[in-house]
Structure formats: structure tokens, C-alpha cells
């Protein structure tokens, strides 16, 4: 069976800092990566998304994240962050783009920014 | 870009009434579509696979009498929570696959209060 870990509950940035949230995940096959953000009381908006091709994957608002399947991760990283950034973070995997399917989600890492 | 529709954001009712959650693809075609459920604090968590058309497959341990899934046209799946209890109080969430291919596009999602 499929599953995600997302080791950090919480994490605490500073405005202006290096991000990195990581994630590992378990899954039989090629897997279908993503990574989304949730606001409180929200839907989910979809940041990036592997599926193959080049490991390293950009995304909307700044982030990018590395698939690295010798270490079975793909961490969400952002270079400086933003207030606006605080949010809910979720990495998921699926199978066949992640459409056929429901996607296996990590338990999330939320994110404060400290000014 | 792709918008899934989701409706009412929002229910407050008694014990023993049936809630309907409405999920629409709004300027896409969704044969399949996907109902999640996340406790306070928890990931999102799959119910179960909307199929236009057909029966709609659930995830181990959800009770599909429970939970009734009606997927009757290409843009619209409901979802209907029936004699609701306060156990079942949370956010439920839905997602809708294009059928043209790409990753899953999220409703705002529904915050269901039972009294």
C-alpha cells in the first residue's frame, strides 16, 4: 500500500528565510507526486506536481521541490519565504497522474512565519 | 484554470437529518470525481471514487449507506451524508479529474456541523 510521511508537524520560519518541507513516501510503482497548500478553513490549491522528466520541479508562488527516488522523497523547498506563506502544507502521491485515482495524502506540516 | 464548485461551504443541522454536499466541474468534463474527508487537524483522508455512470467504489471501513454517492451527469457529483450524528461533523472535500487528463482539480470544501 501507498503512503506518505511528513516527519515535521510544525515548522517555524522566519519572513525572508530558506524553506524546506519534507516528505518521503512509500509506493510500489513510479509514483504520481504533489505537493498542495491549504489555508485555514480552505480547499486545497495545487503547488507542483512530478509525474517525469526532469526531477527538479517548479512551481506557482516561488516553490520547487527535488524527486529523488534513491531516497524515496520529494522535499518542498522555497528560497525566501512571505508572511503569506503560512499555511497547511500536504504532500500526496497517486498512481496514473494522480487522475485515475485518489491520492494518498502525508498528515500535513504546518507552517508559521515568524516577522 | 480548472474550478471545482462546491456547495454549501458551510452546513449547520441537527442529529438524524441527511446533509446533500454538491461537487460541479464548472468549465470541465469529470467522469470521475473524488470525496475526501479531513478531521480538525488531520490529513485528508479518501472516501470514495465518484464513477459517472455507475456505482461509486468506497474506501475500506466508509459505509456507502452511510454515505450516498450519486455521480448523474459529467459535471456534478453529490455527496449525501445521511442521519447525520455528530461523529460525522467535519470537512468533507471533493475533487474532480479533467477528462482531458491532468492532476485533480479541490473544491473549497463543505464544514459539516451536526448538533
Known amino acids: 500500500a501507498q503512503s506518505v510521511t511528513q516527519p515535521d508537524i510544525h515548522i517555524t520560519v522566519s519572513e525572508g528565510a530558506s524553506l524546506e518541507l519534507r516528505c518521503n513516501y512509500s509506493y510500489g510503482a513510479t509514483p504520481y507526486l504533489f505537493w498542495y497548500v491549504q489555508s485555514p478553513g480552505q480547499g486545497l490549491q495545487l503547488l507542483l506536481k512530478?509525474?517525469?522528466?526532469?526531477?527538479l520541479v517548479q512551481g506557482i508562488k516561488g516553490f520547487e521541490a527535488e524527486f529523488k527516488r534513491s531516497q524515496s522523497s520529494f522535499n518542498l523547498r522555497k528560497p525566501s519565504v512571505h508572511w503569506s506563506d503560512a499555511a497547511e502544507y500536504f504532500c500526496?502521491?497517486?498512481?496514473?497522474?494522480?487522475?485515475?485515482?485518489?491520492?494518498?495524502f502525508g498528515k500535513g506540516t504546518h507552517l508559521i512565519i515568524q516577522p | 484554470g480548472a474550478v471545482v464548485s462546491q456547495h454549501p461551504s458551510r452546513v449547520i443541522c441537527k442529529s438524524g437529518t441527511s446533509v446533500k454536499i454538491e461537487c460541479r466541474s464548472l468549465d470541465f468534463q469529470a467522469t470521475t470525481m473524488f470525496w475526501y474527508r479531513q478531521f480538525p487537524k488531520q490529513s485528508l483522508m479518501l472516501m470514495a471514487t465518484s464513477n459517472e455512470g455507475s456505482k461509486a467504489t468506497y474506501e475500506q471501513g466508509v459505509e456507502k449507506d452511510k454515505f450516498l454517492i450519486n455521480h448523474a451527469s459529467l459535471t456534478l457529483s453529490t455527496l449525501t451524508v445521511t442521519s447525520a450524528h455528530p461523529e460525522d461533523s467535519s470537512f468533507y472535500i471533493c475533487?474532480?479529474?479533467?477528462?482531458?487528463?491532468?492532476?485533480?482539480?479541490f473544491g473549497d470544501g463543505t464544514r459539516l456541523s451536526i448538533l
Open positions: 512530478y509525474f517525469s522528466g526532469d526531477t
Open positions: 500526496a502521491v497517486g498512481a496514473m497522474g494522480g487522475g485515475a485515482d485518489g491520492l494518498t
Open positions: 475533487s474532480a479529474r479533467d477528462d482531458r487528463g491532468g492532476p485533480q482539480h
